[in-house]
């Protein structure tokens, strides 16, 4: 059916399918374009992901495409102190490869790193690991993922022998058990939570809604238990609700018995984590773990999704390995509706993780330090045996940390804007400013991270260029080009090539079509978790999304991994891992009572540089304002409205601020989405902390101890 218009009038001009740019619900949305510009954005009712659904950012994508801003040639500074230039691509391409060339010939290729995004195309990602790992020679690739499902993927490596989330989003409509975990689906990731809502609307009384975040939110809002923990107390908590499975014989034992390892080493920990040390520990009372447990562990069909308020803390990986505890010894996973099921941010941080995204992996889900599969990706890029490197890289913080120790001297940044979007802005300010070369490929100038650049390349966005993302539940989407990008920008898959042409790896990197790289990179996933062989651009457009494992063009696609119970380690069985409650890395304290928590508004999308720009998506959410509790507040002396200055060890923010219960005690919030550029007292992350996971190097963006008070008015 065509879609209508407002007036119903069967709309005549060309509709487009392809895929949302911004969340990793990874929606099917329907293009109009007239003029060859975006007019009209629609859900797609064909797309399994969102069956027509859409949410007001994709609506409000048409007017942000062509601002004013948006970046359209490339500029380089010849040095630093001097105005930046506008150059032909050949000067800005040739002037990085020299300097390049000089910083690996003076200190070798650790000296560069690539920071790349979860909203590059699965082509880009690829080209970029390629050409840093094979090519220039160093492991430094890594991406904003790190700062976001860093730790989920370490967690499904880790319990259940490799990345990938399990169930999919079929699964919403047939479980009868939701357990959310520090995700406020209903703002991030709407379209999903608008299945889990008509899921719990169509059976109220056989359908629980678990959410637990020390913050009421629009998600909690459908919740029949709302648990609002302190901060950072997860594993404490499912911990306890693993204890009390126990007790009451709701383990299922014979899935333990034959698909697991580890349970009696976990059970000695679970043993001491009775109700009472849960309500201890979390600051909730005994009886909501108790019958949080209960639900849990009654329910025929139980699914935990889970998103920032697990992942981005320093112990990420173990909440991870928490959540898929309850999974394993329950046999919740591998059946319709069960399973762990973790939400991912980006559109498509997944295809990223796919091709090697992150510093110690290998496109494929292999890692570096693996000799084998090192050995077959050597095959596979015609490069001489023993030639990649085989230590993990540096991670984005490390990255950062070893441009302002002079370890690393050159870094290009792709599709991320760091500095807004890192902990602890002053050491990343410092990073860039110091760094021999910085290199940075966007779509917008300025932003408060091509302020920094040496180089400025232009790159195309959505919808001005082609490639495959994939989404949350492993679904892979074609996204064509539909307009031209605006002056001399490219796509960042041509830059990438020619790049590597001024280098000389001109065989290498073929000047080959984006159907051309995503087959070079799908055959190298044969045989691997992540097996998308038997995918290609043509097949996407002819039959339209699949979700992976796809071993051959005739092959359906994979609804649900481990419906058999064997799992990719090698035992074939999932494993029990130990893991105990710990404090966050800065526990409040007399100067600094508070723990701040940080993350995102239902209206705007990161670091503005898109959201920003539409006046309907702007309006509603205009300013950065801090959530208070009441009690704290009265005791710092504030009120509703009032302008604050919060205080970490680090910096400050000062904001408007809303007063309410809906916060826990002691916790307050503030969205991260505004950078030094919108005022240099706005950004959240003035305050937050570069502690990191051990495992997963994700850092702890959720938690840091600040103080409050009232200021006059909002200095900007
Ligand atoms: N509107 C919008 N949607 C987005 C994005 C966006 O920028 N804007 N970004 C996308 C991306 S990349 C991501 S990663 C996702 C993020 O999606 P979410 O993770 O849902 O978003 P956040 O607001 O960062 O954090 C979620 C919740 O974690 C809670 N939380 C904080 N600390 C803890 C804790 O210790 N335990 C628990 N259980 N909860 C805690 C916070 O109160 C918050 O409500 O959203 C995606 N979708
Ligand atoms: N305090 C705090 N900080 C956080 C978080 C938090 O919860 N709290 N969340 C973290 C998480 S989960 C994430 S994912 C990060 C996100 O942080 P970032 O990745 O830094 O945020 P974005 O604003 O999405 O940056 C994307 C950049 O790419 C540009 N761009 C858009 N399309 C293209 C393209 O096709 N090609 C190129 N080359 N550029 C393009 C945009 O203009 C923008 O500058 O923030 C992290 N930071
Ligand atoms: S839910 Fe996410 S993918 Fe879907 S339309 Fe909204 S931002 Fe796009
Ligand atoms: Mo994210």
């Known amino acids: 059916m065509r879609p209508r218009d407002a007036s119903g009038d069967v709309d005549t001009a060309a509709w487009r399918s392809t895929m949302c740019p911004y969340c990793g619900v990874g929606c099917g949305l329907l293009v109009q374009v007239r003029d060859g510009r975006v007019t009209k954005v629609r859900g797609d009712p064909a797309h399994p992901a969102n069956l027509g659904d859409i949410c007001a950012k994709a609506v409000h994508l048409p007017p942000i495409l062509g601002t004013a801003d948006r ?56 080209l970029g690991s390629k050409l840093a790992r094979g090519f220039v020679g160093t492991n430094n690739f890594d991406t904003n993922s790190r700062l976001c499902m860093a730790s989920a ?69 459908l919740a029949d238990l709302h648990l609002s923990l302190r901060p950072g107390s997860d594993i404490a908590l499912l911990n306890a609700m693993l204890h009390v499975l126990w007790r009451e014989g709701l383990l299922d034992t014979r899935f333990v018995a034959e698909h697991t390892t580890g349970w009696e080493g976990l059970r000695a920990v679970i043993e001491r984590y009775p109700p009472e040390r849960g309500a201890a520990l979390t600051g909730l009372s005994r009886e909501v773990i108790v019958t949080a447990a209960l639900r849990f562990g009654r329910a025929r069909a139980a699914l935990s999704l889970w998103s920032m308020g697990i992942n981005q803390s320093h112990v990420g990986t173990d909440k991870n390995a928490a959540i898929i ?16 099921f973790s939400l991912t941010g980006q559109p498509n941080a997944m295809g990223g993780r796919e091709t090697g995204g992150l510093a110690h992996l290998l496109p494929g889900y292999r890692l570096v330090s693996d000799a084998a599969a090192r050995a077959a990706v050597e095959r596979h890029w015609a490069i001489p045996a023993g030639r990649l490197p085989s230590t993990p890289g540096r991670s984005a913080l490390e990255i ?23 902990p602890d802005l002053d050491l990343v300010e410092k990073a860039l400013r110091q760094a021999e070369l910085v290199v940075v490929q966007d779509a917008y100038h300025p932003t408060e991270t091509t302020r920094f650049a ?15 993302m994939t989404n949350s539940e492993r679904r892979l989407t074609y996204l064509p080009k539909l307009v031209d990008p605006p002056g001399e920008a490219l796509p960042d898959a041509v830059i990438l090539t020619r790049f590597a042409h001024e280098m000389g790896w001109k065989e290498a990197f073929p000047c080959a079509s984006t159907a051309e790289i995503f087959d070079e990179f799908a055959s190298l996933t044969a045989g691997t978790v992540c097996d998308y062989s038997g995918v290609s651009h043509v097949r996407l457009q002819a039959d339209g999304p699949v979700q992976w494992p796809v071993p051959a063009p005739d092959h359906p696609g ?50 503005l540089t898109r959201t920003g720009k539409s006046p309907a998506l702007a309006s509603r959410t205009p300013e950065p304002i801090l959530e208070v509790n009441l009690g704290d507040a009265r005791r710092a002396g504030i009120q509703d409205g009032d302008f604050v200055e919060v205080t970490s060890r680090r910096g400050k923010v000062v904001a408007q601020c809303r007063v309410s219960a809906a916060i826990r005690e002691g916790t307050c919030f503030l969205p991260f989405h505004w950078g030094r550029q919108a005022g240099f007292y706005k950004s959240a992350n003035n305050l937050t902390l570069s502690g990191r996971d051990p495992v997963s190097h994700q850092p702890e963006l959720k938690a840091c101890a600040v103080r409050l008070r009232r200021v006059a008015e909002a200095i900007t």
């Open 71 to 126: 970046l359209r040639h490339p500029q380089i500074r010849v040095r630093r102190g001097a105005e930046l230039e506008r150059v032909p691509w050949e000067l800005a391409l040739r002037f990085t490869a020299d300097r390049m060339r000089e910083i690996i010939t003076a200190h070798g290729p650790d000296a560069v790193a690539f920071y790349a995004s979860g909203q590059l195309l699965t082509e880009e990602y690829y």
């Open 153 to 221: 993927a370490a967690g499904y490596a880790r319990s259940l022998g490799s990345d990938g989330p399990p169930a999919s989003y079929q699964d919403i409509d047939l479980a009868d058990c939701f357990l959310l975990l520090g995700t406020n689906t209903a703002d991030c990731h709407p379209v999903t939570f608008k299945r889990i809502r008509r899921r719990k609307l169509q059976a109220p009384d056989d359908v629980t809604v678990m959410v637990v975040d020390p913050r009421w939110t629009e998600t909690a809002d």
């Open 325 to 340: 505890n309850l999974h394993l010894a329950t046999g919740q996973i591998g059946r319709p509706g069960a399973g762990p």
């Open 400 to 422: 950062f940390e070893g441009l302002a120790r002079d370890e690393v001297r050159a870094v290009w940044i792709m599709c991320t804007n760091p500095a807004a979007s890192m």
């Open 454 to 468: 040496d180089v400025l390349l232009p790159a195309a966005q959505w919808p001005e260029k082609d490639g495959v």
């Open 558 to 607: 994979t609804t649900r991994l481990y419906t058999d119970a064997v799992f990719p380690t090698p035992d074939g069985r999932a494993r029990f891992l130990v893991v105990e409650h710990a404090e966050p890395l800065e526990s409040p304290d007399a100067s600094f009572p508070l723990v701040l928590t940080t993350g995102r508004v239902r209206d705007h999308w990161h670091t």
